[in-house]
């Protein structure tokens, strides 16, 4: 069980070792790659209408110092303190102007989340650039889009941040949008379709036969919202880690349960411990 920022939005993740023979990790190297291509070219593609914007922006240079020499003057003239609520909403509106030329030009240029979502999908259909037995899947990209614009937002808010690429190898971590589509869980197995006649992946999780984990036994009962694939380096290898993101809240830890004015007693096992 891992604590997530999604334990916030009543959802949390249990995470299950996945049992990968020879074959298969050889497919998800391919598809992790064919994920990172993907990435790679929705970042680049996102700075260049990013970059584009800007150009077009400073033609209006001129009006942006106005309404910044507007705004200060307006703070000054009321005696307020430049990071007070009242300065805020003085900026804002001497400002409005020069951003309404802003948002048109966004518009124009699809620099939005939307606008990459349809170069994304045009992009995971008519790029040759790998085989379509190794393709990811439609939700897949489009979980690629959102990780691509946050980085680029972050990019749009402020030019001095520094948006990296990711270099071979080292894309951790595919998702889907949700339990229904590319990556999904069917009984005891991870399932990652890629769509369009492509082969099908299917990966059996280690689960606790004996139902002694109490941890995966609630982790059971819950339902799925969407499921995460992970890779790691342990010891020299990879090891495959399915994320299951499922709906709800996760389990009380019995070991800090405080039991007030009562005699308790602990037997220690070899698999269990019973008190």
Request: net charge positive.
């Amino acid at each position: 069980m891992q604590p997530t920022d999604e334990v916030a939005e009543g959802r949390f993740v249990h995470e299950v070792p996945l049992v990968v023979d020879f074959s298969t990790e050889r497919e998800l190297r391919l598809r992790f790659e064919a994920g990172r291509k993907i990435y790679n070219a929705l970042l680049g593609e996102a700075l260049r209408r990013i970059k584009r914007t800007r150009h077009e922006l400073r033609a209006h240079n001129a009006l942006r110092l106005s309404c910044k020499a507007e705004a200060d003057k307006a703070i000054a003239e009321n005696e307020l303190h430049v990071a007070s609520p009242e300065a805020r909403k003085i900026r804002k509106l001497a400002y409005k102007p020069y951003n309404d030329i802003r948002n048109v030009l966004l518009k124009a240029y699809q620099c939005s989340r939307f606008g990459l979502s349809a170069y994304g999908t045009k992009l995971s259909r008519e790029t040759p650039l790998w085989a379509p037995q190794h393709a990811v899947g439609a939700t897949v990209v489009q979980e690629l889009v959102r990780r691509a614009w946050l980085a680029a937002e972050k990019y749009l808010l402020d030019p001095r941040i520094e948006c990296k690429f990711i270099r071979y190898g080292e894309l951790h971590s595919v998702e889907s949008m949700n339990d229904s589509d590319a990556i999904r869980v069917v009984d005891d197995r991870v399932i990652w379709s890629s769509g369009r006649g492509g082969s099908v992946i299917s990966m059996r999780m280690r689960l606790d036969r004996k139902h002694r984990d109490w941890v995966e036994h609630h982790a059971r009962r819950a339902e799925i919202v969407k499921t995460r694939l992970v890779r790691r380096t342990i010891q020299g290898r990879l090891r495959y880690f399915a994320q299951i993101v499922l709906a709800g809240t996760p389990v009380e830890r019995p070991w800090l349960t405080t039991i007030l004015g009562a005699d308790i007693g602990i037997d220690l096992g070899l698999s269990i411990v019973a008190y």
